[in-house]
């Protein structure tokens, strides 16, 4: 008989997270790395991507988010100008060197005109791999928008058939929507701490555990946030001083790791937009009927917002204004990533906004390359002070 | 399909009186200017419209006057007056980093909208495509500080690398049949703000002059085939282009574009070029800089350098000029959405694999060299061009020229600095053996005789 290992949760969410921050630098599976199932790799630039698809093709979905501060500009540089954002560039960097030649395919989507020409850039220089964009309407007010996306995903479908030689049928369909179905309750409950009660979890750790999604199986991921969720329930840690701020601008170009815990260091982030992508049905897809229907109707009728999405019933001042109260906010960190031109648009819309509500917000402007953090620690302290100022 | 348009539109009758096309267009633009300030006073309602996947024929049937935000801002460059908008907008919040139409525009909001040009009035409606996706950010601005409601329209647009749309086949059917629920959708807005029912009689009327005008481009574009080309693409083409937006549809619109084809082909007809000694044909790709047009055009022109072809002229000019874009004035909605989705792929969303269609156009319009306009307010022209331009170097071999300023920022000229890399560009272009000095190729008798 084995002695009982007692549980420390500590040391579980410790566990947990390194191997998500590991995951985060990991390079994209191939060859004899691919777990178990999946004959190959499909790369998906943000916003969102229907993942379900490719992963009943036996596709381990790999979302490609830039090159973070560590990588060496080499090649990207000649390709693309000096004034493009740095996911671009870092993505085409990471093709060009090689890093993301074993994927099957690249899909990105009409989000801005940067990520539709990284569709170009893929065709010219990596024509074995099915370079496309998924073209997901900007439209979804009018009536057939649902018919005119389950005719996208139909296609994307049957490219992916062609790519892979394997027919994805309903079922899998259905099986890799359940899967997916658990995996948004619980990043759905991973955000509830970060409201409820965010002394628990930081807004670093909150990305890192949703990040992981990006390199690994959904059924692994569940598996992973479900160990991450039990431990956190467990953490004894007392509330501090801070006070409670939602983060926008992360949509797309990821911020640096180090800019998170600057903030969090300061505040607790209670709700936030980073891989929103990732999160964007926001409800259960449903896993009865045709499965491709059930997609593009969730697209349309359960999802939630970005700048790069354009939809009459929710203005972008009204959801951040849902975020703020729903999380009971105290004030907004209002970022966009340099060159980003539709971050960069709703960062002056929103201040103008939350001017006039008088909410408090700081505003900074992140690159996914930079490394010095100095100065947006002091703005984000001086920032944290006033709001602790005003609400005592 | 309807063909009664083509056969009956004259190709090379003489025209009656001299063309003057640029004094022509210039006297089209301070009419279009004229009646946009005029607009509230009659009554009349008002939509923004972009140049790229706008629904003009149906805003016409419903009488709208139409403002092209794109092209006030671009004449606040032209009227040198941009710097001003901009830095209005700037001191507003806007971003330096972002489109610098936006940034004129949103400085002619902050000016309650006195333009150079008059006074211009606020839209009831706004149609932005998918196209350029700041075209959306952009009406969402109007939304904001207007009160202008938007309408998104989104035109599925090429999805990749080689791919070929045919007219009927499945995928096609399938984007036009979207694009035709939006324009329904569009209709029944329309008819709420102008409180009249649609005709549809009136849209195959539209549709037969837009049919008429396109008929006429097509001619005067393939025209520029010729050497030596009769006109330069960036800069006479602007005025045409401008004329087939603002006018599309319109029987002032089918008139300029007829006598201006007329006027071409006589001057094809003399051997008249528009450099006096035509000695390399170029294409421009990207957009113009419209602070300092003039003084580009004319960098190249003391070389014997003209643009025969932009790709400008077929993106900003709604993709009409991309092939079999006639509609069928019998089924007049369900054309133009049918037509609608294939401008989008074929004239407007390849701007994303650009390579391909700038390699058939090297050959098309049988030039020596690329230049390339990169710019940081157009992400849509300028993301991946640098890589294009490595792409055709490598592959085809053809020489091109990469230069930078911006759209009407005249912050971003560097006179001296162009100056160096277009000399530079000639120098290397006679070096290879393009372009013997004064020694203009023969004209190629069958050209301009479009189908
Ligand atoms: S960061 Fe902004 S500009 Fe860059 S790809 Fe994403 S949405 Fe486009
Ligand atoms: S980004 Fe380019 S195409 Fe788009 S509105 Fe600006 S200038 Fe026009």
């Known amino acids: ?392 | 399909m309807t063909t009664a348009t083509l056969e009956n539109a004259p190709a090379g009758a003489p025209a009656a009186a001299p063309f003057d096309a640029r004094a022509e267009g210039q006297r089209l633009f301070s009419d279009w200017y004229a009646a946009l300030a005029d607009a509230p006073a009659r009554g009349q309602p008002v939509a923004n419209v972009f140049v790229m996947g706008n629904a003009v024929e149906i805003l016409r049937t419903f009488d709208f006057q139409l403002v092209f935000p794109e092209i006030n801002s671009l004449q606040t460059g032209v009227r040198k007056a941009s710097e001003e908008y901009i830095r209005v907008s700037e001191d507003y919040g806007m971003s330096p980093d972002v489109c610098s139409y936006v940034k004129a525009d949103v400085g002619l909001i902050l000016k309650e909208q006195h333009h150079p040009a008059g006074q211009i009035p606020k839209a009831d409606i706004a149609i932005a495509s998918n196209m350029c996706s700041t075209f959306i950010k952009w009406a969402e601005i109007w939304e904001r500080m207007l009160n202008t409601p938007a309408f998104v329209l989104d035109l599925p647009g090429q999805r990749g690398g080689n791919w070929q749309v045919r007219p009927g086949d499945a995928q096609h059917a399938a984007d036009a049949r979207w694009v035709e629920a939006q324009f329904r959708d569009l209709i029944e807005k329309c008819e709420r703000i102008t409180g009249k029912r649609f005709d549809m009689d009136r849209l195959a009327e539209v549709e037969d002059r837009v049919n008429r005008m396109v008929y006429h481009w097509n001619n005067v574009m393939q025209l520029n085939r010729v050497c030596p080309a009769p006109y330069n693409a960036m800069l006479d083409g602007l005025t045409y282009i401008g004329i087939m937006n603002v006018y599309r549809g319109t029987t002032e619109g089918v008139e300029f574009m007829r006598r201006l084809e007329d006027e071409i082909r006589g001057k094809v007809a003399r051997g008249e070029g528009r450099v006096a000694q035509e000695r390399f044909r170029l294409l421009f790709s990207g957009t113009p800089c419209y602070v300092s047009m003039r003084r580009l055009i004319e960098l190249f022109e003391t070389w014997g350098g003209v643009f025969a072809y932009s790709d400008y002229l077929t993106f900003a000019a709604g993709g009409m000029d991309a092939g079999e874009l006639v509609y069928d004035t019998s089924r007049p909605l369900e054309s133009l959405a049918e037509i609608t989705a294939l401008a989008a792929q074929r004239g407007l969303s390849n701007q994303f694999f650009a390579h391909e269609r700038l390699a058939q156009q090297v050959r098309d319009y049988d030039v020596d060299g690329i230049v390339f306009h990169g710019i940081k307010s157009c992400r849509f022209v300028s993301s991946g061009m640098a890589d294009t331009r490595d792409y055709l170097n490598r592959r085809l071999q053809v020489p091109s020229l990469y230069i930078e300023s911006d759209l009407i920022d005249p912050r971003y000229w560097s006179d001296a600095q162009i100056k160096n890399r277009v000399d530079a560009f000639f120098e290397s272009l006679h070096q290879q053996g393009g372009g013997a000095p004064l020694a203009p190729k023969t004209v190629a008798a069958e050209a301009g005789r479009a189908a």
Request: proline residues 5%.
């Open chain 1, 1 to 392: 008989m084995t002695a009982q290992i007692p549980y420390d949760h500590q040391a579980e969410l410790e566990d947990v997270l390194e191997r998500c921050n590991a995951l985060r630098q990991a390079p994209v599976p191939s060859g004899d790395a691919l777990p178990e199932g999946y004959t190959g790799t499909l790369g998906h630039f943000p916003v969102y991507f229907p993942e379900e698809i490719a992963h009943a093709a036996g596709l381990l979905p790999v979302s490609v988010l830039g090159g973070g501060n560590k990588l060496e500009m080499k090649h990207a540089d000649a390709r693309m100008g000096s004034f493009v954002c740095s996911i671009c560039r870092s993505t085409a960097e990471l093709g060009l060197n090689g890093s993301l030649q074993s994927l099957s395919g690249f899909i990105t989507h009409p989000i801005c005109d940067a990520a539709k020409h990284l569709a170009g850039i893929w065709s010219r220089n990596f024509p074995e791999q099915l370079s496309q964009i998924l073209y997901l309407p900007q439209n979804v007010n009018t009536p057939g928008a649902v018919r005119y996306v389950a005719a996208e995903y139909q296609r994307l479908r049957a490219e992916l058939e062609r790519k892979t030689g394997r027919s994805i049928s309903d079922e899998a369909l259905r099986a890799s929507i359940r899967v997916y179905n658990e995996n948004r309750r619980l990043l759905r409950d991973l955000y509830a701490v970060r409201r409820d009660e965010p002394w628990k979890l930081s807004c670093t750790e909150s990305y890192l555990l949703t990040r992981a999604r990006t390199r690994i199986p959904c059924e692994e991921h569940n598996a992973l946030l479900g160990r991450a969720l039990d431990a956190i329930g467990q953490r004894r840690q007392a509330a501090q001083d801070k006070p409670r701020v939602v983060f926008v601008g992360g949509f797309c170009e990821q911020p640096p790791l180090e800019m998170l815990e600057t903030i969090d260091g300061n505040c607790y982030v209670v709700d936030d937009d980073l891989l929103v992508g990732l999160r964007w049905l926001t409800s259960d897809v449903p896993d009865a009927g045709d499965p491709v229907w059930a997609l593009a109707e969730s697209f349309v009728e359960r999802s939630a917002a970005s700048p790069v999405q354009h939809d009459a019933r929710k203005t972008k001042e009204g959801y951040l204004m849902e975020m703020i109260s729903s999380s009971r906010a105290d004030g907004a960190v209002l970022t966009a990533a340099k060159f980003c031109e539709p971050g960069l648009d709703e960062q002056v819309a929103w201040s103008k906004h939350l001017d006039q509500l008088r909410v408090p917000y700081l505003v900074l402007e992140f690159e996914e390359k930079m490394t010095s953090f100095e100065q947006m620690g002091m703005q984000v302290e001086t920032f944290a002070e006033s709001l602790l100022f005003t609400l005592a």
